[in-house]
């Protein structure tokens, strides 16, 4: 016997919109999941039907989707266009895409690792930074405190 209403976080999680069902629940605590027109958030515990729009933000882009079938089971990626149905405007594609190409550029200096990049960049100032005339090389048997003697002005100060 098929369903025709399912909770709002297994729908979310069977057609791989969250990871897991535990994210998808926590998306819908956190207010970002609401369901039709309304922009008042859902609960987890919220059935859903076949011709619903569920409406998802992931910052900065809110998701919407057009639910075709219900189901609790989570599918296979390749069965998802026949259980939901991306709606999602185009304005707001676009800005998914600005800001995915503007993610990299405006990263905060400073923050974490230094991209492959920055790496490269800072290599290639060491490199050309660093005059072969300047001798960092320390021979430790060279310099070697028992082989030499104290020098003979250093014993000037006690006459």
């Known amino acids: 016997m098929a369903k025709s209403e399912v909770r709002v976080d297994k729908w979310l999680w069977a057609m791989r919109i969250f990871k897991t069902r535990t994210v998808a629940t926590e998306a819908c605590k956190k207010g970002r999941v609401t369901v039709g027109d309304s922009d008042v958030p859902v609960k987890p515990s919220r059935m859903i039907s076949v011709g619903d729009i569920v409406h998802v933000r992931k910052p900065p882009v809110t998701y919407s989707f057009k ?3 219900v189901t609790e089971n989570r599918l296979g990626a390749k069965l998802v266009p026949e259980y939901a149905e991306n709606i999602t405007s185009s304005k707001e594609l676009e800005l998914l895409e600005m800001v995915k ?7 905060r200096k400073g923050l974490g690792r230094p991209t492959k990049r920055e790496g490269r960049e800072l290599a290639s100032f060491i490199e050309d930074s660093y005059d072969d005339s300047w001798n960092l090389d320390f021979d430790s048997e060279e310099y070697d405190s028992d082989d030499h003697e104290m ?8 006459e």
């Not at 020098?151 to 006690?158: G, L, N, V």
């Open 101 to 107: 190409i503007s993610g990299f550029v405006a990263r």
């Open 67 to 69: 639910v075709l079938a």
């Open 151 to 158: 020098p003979d002005w250093a014993w000037d100060d006690e």
